[in-house]
């Protein structure tokens, strides 16, 4: 398996330690800049996919702008050992919002802006 392609998860090490049972790489960190420079190196050592917890992807909000244009990789957050924060969500619904035009998930009614 070439590693350069194999999915990366990055996050504190209690949250992500089970991803590498699945054959995951897995990147430990502490703070943003261990954080900013994860996916960096993870960026240029080619890994098409990066999963990272809320509560890192909420410490490099600016790093993770970066990369949102670009085709990879693809920097997905995820809730960890904690649960969700709500930082995943929000982003979805941003996106979806700059999609449409409007937000489709405020109290069902997708009034307009």
């Given at each position: 398996?070439?590693?350069?392609?194999?999915?990366?998860?990055?996050?504190?090490?209690?949250?992500?330690?089970?991803?590498?049972?699945?054959?995951?790489?897995?990147?430990?960190?502490?703070?943003?800049?261990?954080?900013?420079?994860?996916?960096?190196?993870?960026?240029?050592?080619?890994?098409p996919v990066?999963?990272?917890?809320e509560r890192?992807?909420?410490?490099?909000?600016?790093?993770?702008?970066?990369?949102?244009?670009?085709?990879?990789?693809?920097i997905i957050?995820?809730?960890?050992?904690?649960?969700?924060?709500?930082?995943?969500?929000?982003?979805?619904?941003?996106?979806?919002?700059?999609?449409?035009?409007?937000?489709?998930?405020?109290?069902?009614?997708?009034?307009?802006?």
């Open positions: 398996m070439n590693r350069d392609k194999t999915p990366a998860v990055i996050g504190d090490r209690d949250s992500i330690m089970a991803f590498h049972a699945v054959g995951m790489r897995t990147v430990p960190v502490d703070g943003i800049e261990e954080t900013e420079t994860a996916i960096f190196r993870l960026a240029q050592a080619g890994c990066i999963f990272i917890t890192a992807a909420a410490l490099v909000p600016e790093q993770l702008k970066k990369y949102k244009t670009q085709t990879f990789p693809v957050p995820i809730p960890d050992r904690s649960g969700s924060n709500g930082f995943g969500m929000q982003g979805i619904m941003d996106n979806v919002k700059k999609a449409v035009g409007f937000d489709i998930f405020e109290n069902g009614k997708g009034d307009k802006e």
